[in-house]
């Protein structure tokens, strides 16, 4: 998957988010400044969620940097995810936790057993 | 006020929040994707602050396509702020209510009474 297509994904969640009503903030890579800071922030009803936004074709591993630095958000009020845009299906949402207690690892198993579509979103 | 000046206060005002233990993602320019979306976003213990950060040498007025942006994310449960660096001075932050009821107008007179200084996030 090529810089550019993950980020026209990335895109593409941003506005799907928008649509359904959150306020959605893109952190670009431009503007990593050195903070720990999530590829998504949207907030909506008091809820704020964090989304660490992947596009890969096969099974991954979250680093425990980037864990760690969406617990910080988490410890702070937000909700963490990890988004895994699986090639030729929708997103898979993963709770912070269940990546956390699965040592950070993703696969098309534990997305199926975990994850959720983007459907959840409609209900907060 | 230069735009390089501008984005070196911001990035300033970013660490300075971290440093207070503030989850903060700056949003740049470029990040801006015609969603409405504030320079700054800072979490911490379960409240969200939005600012609009302006580095500007005199009064100047906030339009209010910016405060409408502005007052969506609080209806969602941030708390907005405008945050004006005054040359050779620190950051005054303006709530964003004060700032609606001056008709967005910002000036010495209007920071002077309405404005708060950075110390106010130490106690969040």
């Not at 534990?110 to 994850?115: H, L, R, T």
């Amino acid at each position: 998957m090529s810089y550019r297509k993950g980020y026209l994904y990335e895109w593409k969640l941003t506005h799907e988010l928008a649509k359904k009503g959150f306020m959605v903030v893109r952190t670009p890579r431009s503007g990593r400044i050195g903070l720990p800071s999530p590829d998504i922030i949207a907030l909506k009803n008091g809820k704020i969620f964090v989304i660490e936004a992947k596009a890969r074709e096969e099974a991954f591993k979250i680093e425990e940097e980037q864990l760690n630095e969406l617990k910080q958000w988490q410890s702070n009020g937000a909700s963490a995810y990890i988004a895994w845009k699986i090639s030729r299906e929708g997103w898979k949402f993963l709770k912070l936790e269940d990546v956390i207690k699965n040592n950070g690892n993703i696969g098309k198993k534990f997305a199926a057993e975990k994850g959720f579509g983007i459907e959840f979103f409609d209900d907060i």
